[in-house]
């Protein structure tokens, strides 16, 4: 298993401001990813967070808003760029192996209140 | 692409009754499958999965899926259900790429 620290768990932001969540595992992974969860919704992804490269976005989703970064196997930043009241939401870091019989793991999540 | 459809919103059941969370899957090829609880202000906690074998799985808290290959489905189960089972259930399958595509989630209030 991976235990994975994401922080901050909470935060009231202003609107236009900029946001960068953070997510460090105690383990090294093959594979890290962003979720976003809005109130009341389901699990959406941001994008895969590639080592030493350019994270994969999904559609809907672009750089300029979200650039993350991930600098080595354990550590990855998830960054929330001039925030509005609709990135709002919960934002959560995941890992996994390339082993597809295994399980992915999850942070504690980031509450964004952007007001 | 892979997908799980979870049809209810909600499912109320009174403490101690047996819980049932539906789950039906479309996949091309084998299927992977997940359960996920979220308690209010936490994250996701990894209850089950099924990647091949029996089909009845038996996973965290008590909880059991059991994957039926002719209906499609990955039903979660709980025999008697606590005040404490009460969360937001995620049923998810992992696609070729190794993400997670989730359902909607279902909410699950146990009454006492």
């Known amino acids: 298993s991976a235990v994975i620290s994401q922080k901050p768990s909470r935060d009231i932001c202003q609107r236009g401001t900029s946001l960068t969540i953070q997510c460090q595992v105690d383990?090294?992974?093959?594979?890290m990813f962003w979720y976003r969860q809005q109130p009341g919704q389901s699990l959406t992804l941001i994008a895969t967070a590639n080592q030493g490269s350019e994270a994969t976005y999904e559609s809907g989703f672009v750089i300029d808003k979200f650039p993350i970064s991930r600098p080595n196997l354990t550590f990855s930043t998830l960054t929330v760029s001039n925030m509005s009241p609709e990135d709002s939401s919960i934002y959560l870091c995941?890992?996994?192996?390339?082993?597809?019989?295994?399980?992915?793991?999850f942070g504690q999540g980031t509450r964004l209140t952007v007001v | 692409a892979q997908s799980v459809a979870q049809p209810e919103d909600q499912v109320n059941v009174a403490e101690g009754n047996p819980l049932t969370v539906k789950c039906t899957y479309s996949?091309?090829?084998?299927?992977?499958l997940f359960w996920y609880v979220q308690y209010p202000n936490r994250g996701l906690q990894f209850l089950l999965k099924y990647i091949t074998g029996d089909n009845l799985v038996k996973g965290s808290y008590g909880f059991e899926a059991e994957f039926n290959k002719s209906q499609t489905s990955f039903h979660l189960k709980k025999p008697s259900a606590l005040v404490s089972d009460s969360a937001l259930y995620f049923c998810?399958?992992?696609?070729?790429?190794?993400?997670?595509?989730f359902g909607k989630g279902n909410q699950v209030v146990v009454i006492p």
């Open positions: 996949v091309s090829g084998n299927p992977y």
């Open positions: 383990s090294q992974v093959t594979m």
């Open positions: 995941s890992v996994v192996s390339r082993d597809r019989l295994t399980e992915a793991f």
């Open positions: 998810a399958v992992r696609e070729l790429d190794n993400r997670l595509a």
